[in-house]
Each structure stands twice: as C-alpha cells, then as structure tokens.
C-alpha cells in the first residue's frame, strides 16, 4: 500500500508546481485564505455575500457574476477579497492583469485567451483582480491596437461568461478608466459596486481590540481613547500602528504603553491626512455610484 506521508508530499509539491505554472505563465496566485481574519466595519458587504453565496457556484445566466471594490488606497481590498473567499468557501485566485499586458504585445491577446480558459478550468472559485484600472491605458499605450483589443476581450469575458468566477475587483484610480469606470458600475459585468473607505469610529475601535489584545491591560478603555485619535487612519494605518509600538517595546523589553501607541500615531499623522485628502473626489464619485461597504460612522 502507498505510504500516507509519501502521497501527502508526492501531492504538495505537485501544487506547488502548479501554483508557480500559474504564476510565471498567466501571472495568477492562488491565494491561501485559511488564516485570513474577519473583515470589521463592513456589514452591508458581509451580508451582501452571503446572500449570493449559492449563486456563486451556478453555471449560466442565474450565476452571480462578481463586485467590484472601489475605494482609497490602505483601506484592505486585498484582504477584503481572501475574507470573501473564506465566506463563500471558495478559493481564491488573484489575477494580476498587468503582468500579462506587460509581456510582449505579440504574446499578450494569446495569454488573456489562456487565462480566461483556465480560470473557467478551476471554477468554481473568486477571481481577485486588484487595481483593475491597470488594463485600461491611455492611447499611448496601445500599442497597433493591441491593447485596446485586450480590453475589448476582458470587458467581454466579464460581460458573457457563463461560468462560476465570481470576480472581485479594485479601483482607486476610475480617471485611467475614463467611461468605463461610470459603466463598470451600472452594466451587467457586476453585481454590486462597493465603496471601501477609511473605517469609522466603531470599527476603529474594534480593530484596536483585536490587535492589541494580550498586549495591554485595561484595554477597553484605552481602544476607546485611540480610536477617537485615529479619525481619517486606514486599517493598515492602524496595524502599521499598532504593530511598530509592539516592536518597540519588544526591543526594549518592556510593557507595551498607551504612550508608545499615540506615538506612532502622531508620527503616521501629516501623512494619513495627506493621503485622505487625496481621495476625495473618488469619495464624491463613490457616494453617487456605489452602496457603502459598512455603515456611516456615528
């Protein structure tokens, strides 16, 4: 009889030379979504899939054909995207569009047909296409027309495919799209547009809890305190936050303090609020087009 352990390795590394088959050829990574964390401050599009959850893996016209995410930089549509997945029980496959378009024209068209080919292949599953703005260039950049006809073909596969990808896809920058950012919202090639911003004061707070828990004493009190300072930051800003205070009383083998958090937090500042504030109008455009990811802040 096969040895158990044998055929549990013969059949990891025949992944593994799947997954880098996928990622040198069609530019596309299988996501590992295992230990991904619950999204917070995103209740509507929780409970947006899992009300399409079983529409996910129907083949043809009742299918559920995918979202698109449109929000500032910072705010986790990576993350976002693995956490629809692991609602969905799904797996994921990030498939990065602008690693194909910057081979050789010559090989480009053929590629996007392969990709799609094989993304039909492994479905059913959630297609993530980060930034997808990237497949739509200015004049310039299309090269004899090869370009254009690239975006031609994924505004088609996104529009006709009938089979189980649910798509999850990204913007920040929908003034590359030019029309098609207004027609990506309103046509059939998505389900629902979503606006991702900053999280609100609640979510803040919650994401202090889960981050700092085990690090501070007192702590409902003090993530009450940080997240009132914390208006405008990202959840990586948080993170990134809360992950340089650790570190720092790590090397200084001490306690963890209040101190040290607000530190990083003053020091993040001037950047965070100039990043917001170049997001503003893609906010205007997203309160106009989209439904909001989560609830308004209170």
Same mark, same amino acid.
């Given at each position: +009889?096969?040895?158990?352990?044998?055929?549990?390795?013969?059949?990891?590394?025949?992944?593994?030379?799947?997954?880098?088959?996928?990622?040198?050829?069609?530019?596309?990574?299988?996501?590992?979504?295992?230990?991904?964390?619950?999204?917070?401050? $995103?209740?509507?599009?929780?409970?947006?899939? +899992?009300?399409?959850?079983? =529409?996910?893996?129907?083949?043809?016209?009742?299918?559920?054909?995918?979202?698109?995410?449109?929000?500032?930089?910072?705010?986790?549509?990576?993350?976002?995207?693995?956490?629809?997945?692991?609602?969905?029980?799904?797996?994921?496959?990030?498939? @990065?569009?602008?690693?194909?378009?910057?081979?050789?024209?010559?090989?480009?068209?053929?590629?996007?047909?392969?990709?799609?080919?094989?993304?039909?292949?492994?479905?059913?599953?959630?297609?993530?296409?980060?930034?997808?703005?990237?497949?739509?260039?200015?004049?310039?950049?299309?090269?004899?027309?090869?370009?254009?006809?690239?975006?031609?073909?994924?505004?088609?596969?996104?529009?006709?495919?009938?089979?189980?990808?649910?798509?999850?896809?990204?913007?920040?920058?929908?003034?590359?799209?030019?029309?098609?950012?207004?027609?990506?919202?309103?046509?059939? @090639?998505?389900? +629902?547009?979503?606006?991702?911003?900053?999280?609100?004061?609640? +979510?803040?707070? =919650?994401?202090?809890?889960?981050? $700092?828990?085990?690090? $501070?004493?007192?702590?409902?009190?003090?993530? !009450?305190?940080?997240?009132?300072?914390?208006?405008?930051?990202?959840?990586?800003?948080? @993170?990134?936050?809360?992950?340089?205070?650790?570190?720092?009383?790590?090397? $200084?083998?001490?306690?963890?303090?209040?101190? =040290?958090?607000?530190?990083?937090?003053?020091?993040?500042?001037?950047?965070?609020?100039?990043?917001?504030?170049?997001? !503003?109008?893609?906010?205007?455009?997203?309160?106009?087009?989209?439904?909001?990811?989560?609830?308004?802040?209170?």
């Amino acid at each position: +009889a096969p040895n158990p352990i044998e055929v549990e390795a013969a059949f990891e590394q025949l992944q593994n030379r799947k997954a880098l088959q996928l990622s040198r050829e069609l530019a596309m990574e299988v996501l590992d979504t295992s230990q991904v964390e619950a999204p917070i401050g $995103l209740d509507y599009l929780v409970q947006y899939i +899992a009300s399409c959850r079983d =529409q996910m893996r129907l083949t043809g016209p009742g299918r559920a054909r995918g979202i698109l995410l449109i929000g500032p930089a910072g705010t986790g549509k990576t993350m976002q995207a693995a956490a629809i997945g692991n609602l969905a029980g799904l797996p994921v496959v990030k498939f @990065r569009i602008s690693s194909l378009m910057n081979s050789l024209l010559g090989e480009t068209e053929r590629r996007f047909t392969q990709a799609f080919a094989t993304l039909e292949a492994m479905a059913p599953n959630v297609v993530f296409i980060d930034e997808i703005e990237k497949a739509f260039g200015d004049s310039s950049e299309r090269d004899g027309g090869t370009m254009m006809r690239v975006t031609g073909s994924l505004l088609s596969w996104l529009s006709d495919n009938p089979y189980p990808n649910f798509i999850v896809a990204t913007a920040n920058n929908l003034s590359r799209m030019g029309e098609i950012g207004l027609t990506m919202t309103r046509s059939e @090639r998505f389900d +629902a547009a979503f606006f991702v911003d900053v999280p609100g004061f609640e +979510a803040r707070r =919650q994401m202090f809890l889960r981050w $700092l828990d085990g690090h $501070l004493t007192n702590i409902d009190q003090v993530v !009450q305190e940080l997240a009132d300072m914390t208006e405008k930051f990202s959840g990586a800003d948080i @993170r990134s936050v809360v992950k340089l205070a650790v570190n720092k009383a790590t090397n $200084l083998r001490a306690d963890l303090s209040k101190d =040290q958090i607000i530190e990083e937090i003053e020091r993040k500042r001037t950047r965070v609020l100039a990043l917001y504030d170049q997001f !503003q109008e893609l906010r205007r455009w997203g309160s106009i087009y989209c439904d909001p990811a989560g609830p308004p802040d209170k």
